[in-house]
T-cell receptor, first 114, second 114 residues
Framework: SQTIHQWPATLVQPVGSPLSLECTVE??????LYWYRQAAGRGLQLLFY??????ISSEVPQNLSASRPQDRQFILSSKKLLLSDSGFYLC?????????????FGEGSWLTVV | GQQLNQSPQSMFIQEGEDVSMNCTSS?????WLWYKQDPGEGPVLLIA?????ELTSNGRLTAQFGITRKDSFLNISASIPSDVGIYFC??????????????FGKGTKLSVKP
């Protein structure tokens, strides 16, 4: 069966520091991968999605970037965090190509920028 | 762009009562999904709907894909305290063989009083 894990689960970082959140998927090949942000427990905002290694699409301009160095690995990064980057970040996957529409989420990572 | 309205925003009900929530979109969708999110965790898929008119149950949960393809509802029968959480609908439109990204509603926060 497929599983998705992201870490760290919680993170407190000072303004201006870098960020790296990592996500891995097991049990499937060539998945579509996603990063979402959720503020105040409501509303899921799509940040990035990837249909393959090295292929990243950004949905909103921001202080963050994403990379996919391996097929089942998706990383969310920032060089300098802002206070407004605080939130709950969710990694997700779906079956690759056009055959799968259902998205499955990871456990989430709480980021607090202080 | 496509918009998705979810209502109600919140519900506070007595244990044992039935619950109904719905989502409507400004355009047609090919897929409707319903998720539940517990505090501090990632959303978990409850029901997936892929065909207009489809009615699907998952235990005490029932969801329907509207005939117009612009709406969906989720019903919970005989609510229990563990039903507490935020429920999200999500829709997706496929066009020209390409699948669009999921669009999420803003969630319905359900509180259950024992």
């Amino acid at each position: 069966s497929q599983t998705i894990h992201q870490w760290p689960a919680t993170l407190v970082q000072p303004v201006g520091s870098p960020l790296s959140l990592e996500c891995t998927v097991e049990g499937t090949s060539n998945p579509n991968l996603y990063w979402y942000r959720q503020a105040a427990g409501r509303g899921l905002q799509l940040l990035f999605y990837s249909v393959g290694i090295g292929q990243i699409s950004s949905e909103v301009p921001q202080n963050l970037s994403a990379s996919r160095p391996q097929d089942r690995q998706f990383i969310l990064s920032s060089k300098k965090l802002l206070l407004s980057d605080s939130g709950f970040y969710l990694c997700a996957w779906s079956v690759g190509g056009n055959s799968g529409n259902t998205i499955y989420f990871g456990e989430g990572s709480w980021l607090t920028v202080v | 762009g496509q918009q998705l309205n979810q209502s109600p925003q919140s519900m506070f009900i007595q244990e044992g009562e039935d619950v109904s929530m719905n989502c409507t979109s400004s355009s047609i969708f090919n897929t409707w999904l319903w998720y539940k999110q517990d505090p501090g965790e990632g959303p978990v898929l409850l029901i997936a709907l892929y065909k207009a008119g489809e009615l699907t149950s998952n235990g005490r949960l029932t969801a329907q894909f509207g005939i117009t393809r612009k709406d969906s509802f989720l019903n919970i029968s005989a609510s229990i305290p563990s039903d507490v959480g935020i429920y999200f609908c999500a829709g997706q439109f496929n066009y020209g063989g390409s699948q669009g990204n999921l669009i999420f509603g803003k969630g319905t926060k359900l509180s259950v009083k024992p």
